[in-house]
């Protein structure tokens, strides 16, 4: 291989569908001659990729930012910044006032171009085009994030994504069964299908569109696209009206997809799903959550809870609680609402006090751990199948840990091994002989 032509240290911010785009640039990157370090002070360049989702998830990129920025400014340290992601496609216009400490900024729409960026920071001229690779991905997990869509069509009154994002776009079919075949070629044991809206995939293809169309059918592709290998697929993120029939019967029916299923409703009460320009009615919710149940065995449930959007009134946040007690989601997120800049929500009157809202998300939380915990609690006593993710060493003591098909990679809890010897990557079966929180403890039989 050339001599490097840089050393690239990355910082990824905010959700997995970030970790995603920083894999995506640091293999564009790689493959044009950098090289990556895993600290600041080897590193020629700093690629900080930003949060944007909330309010708070801005504050922690700006922060993680200045606390460079000032070490470039005192002269501790004369390294480069390239800003990426979100909070450059939110803010761009205002920012380098701002931030004058950053050498570039790059929005999501522009990651594509990544190689030229910073190339251009670090003054490096080619003869040719840099090289792009065929597969984007670099991970050594066992799980691996795959992107099927950017952006979203449902403008949420709450919710800033669409502004950050653009609009809905869906990745096409064949690139991603063949970011799927490449990784699977590579050891991954698990695909987590990953888009802001993945109900509707497909929905933008233009009519004449060949192969797959909708999620159902994508699935059934990328299914059929990872066999011989024993793989799990997981797709995470649907909104309530993507759970089509066919979809339904496809994750019932395909060994390979986990009956696994991630809606995040927000709300149940119909009046603030509407403030919320969400449709549905806690009877509607709870009607489909409980046709999943009955129609897929063993479906596990994931959502995620708004507390205090404006103008909740109590009853309408008891009916949230009702409603979350009685559906028993296995895993519950729960967000205190956030003002966010550009939103409708924003505008709206009778914003929640600060303190109720803390008050109700606590509320929130306490009933979803209990939840929670009380579905963790419920598979002591069975078998099941655990990836192994990583070996950890602490004061002398070496715990393999993994998590069940039922636990979404870093979301929902891990599985403690009594495992002597095990690969990140081994499929073990696995008896669960004890629980805590969200975490269980489970004796390897095979
Ligand atoms: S569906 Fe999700 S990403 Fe799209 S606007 Fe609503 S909350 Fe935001």
């Not at 914003?351 to 009933?367: G, P, Y």
């Amino acid at each position: 291989m050339a001599d490097s032509l840089g050393k690239l240290m990355f910082i990824t911010l905010g959700c997995a569908k970030n970790e995603v785009d920083t894999d995506r640039m640091r293999s564009r990157l790689m493959a044009a001659g950098y090289e990556e370090v895993d600290e600041s002070v080897q590193a020629d360049c700093v690629l900080i990729n930003t949060c944007s989702f909330l309010a708070s998830a801005t504050e922690e990129s700006v922060t993680a930012t200045l606390e460079l920025a000032e070490d470039v400014h005192d002269g501790i340290r004369n390294v480069p910044i390239v800003m990426c992601g979100c909070v450059p496609s939110r803010y761009g216009d205002d920012l380098p006032e701002q931030l004058p400490e950053v050498a570039s900024f790059v929005p999501t729409q522009d990651e594509e171009n990544i190689v030229e960026r910073v190339d251009a920071v670090l003054d490096v001229h080619r003869s040719a085009p840099a090289f792009v690779p065929s597969t984007l991905r670099t991970v050594e997990a066992a799980s691996a994030y795959v992107k099927i869509s950017d952006g979203c069509n449902r403008f949420c009154s709450f919710c800033a994504i669409p502004y950050i994002r653009g609009r809905y776009a869906s990745r096409p079919a064949e690139e991603i069964i063949a970011e799927v075949r490449s990784l699977v070629a590579g050891g991954v044991r698990e695909i987590v299908l990953i888009g802001q809206d993945t109900g509707v995939w497909g929905s933008d293809f233009a009519d004449d569109t060949e192969g797959p169309r909708t999620l159902a059918e994508l699935l059934r592709s990328v299914a059929e696209a990872v066999r011989p290998e024993r793989v799990w697929i997981r797709v995470l993120y649907l909104q309530p009206e993507g759970m089509t029939n066919d979809l339904i019967a496809t994750i019932r029916d395909t060994p390979e997809v986990l009956p696994y299923i991630d809606i995040p409703v927000q709300h149940c009460s119909a009046s603030v799903l509407k403030r919320m320009r969400r449709s549905g009615s806690a009877d509607e919710l709870e009607k489909l959550f409980e046709r999943l149940r009955n129609e897929i065995p063993g479906m596990v449930l994931r959502s995620t809870a708004m507390a205090g959007f404006p103008g909740e009134t109590e009853e309408e946040f008891e009916e949230l609680l009702g409603f979350l007690d009685r559906v028993g989601f296995d895993y519950t997120s729960v967000f205190a609402y956030s003002q966010e800049d550009g939103t409708l929500a924003a505008t709206l009157p009778d914003q929640i006090d600060e303190e109720v809202k803390i008050e109700r998300a606590q509320a929130l939380t306490d009933l979803a751990e209990s939840l929670g915990f009380a579905a963790t609690a419920a598979h002591v006593g069975e078998r099941a199948e655990v990836i192994v993710d990583g070996v950890e060493e602490s004061d002398g003591v070496r715990e393999v840990i993994g998590h069940a098909w039922f636990q979404a990679p870093d979301s929902d809890g891990a599985v403690h091994l009594d495992a002597d010897e095990a690969t990140v990557g081994d499929m073990l079966t696995v008896e669960f002989t004890d629980s805590f929180c969200y975490e269980l403890v489970g004796h390897v039989v095979e």
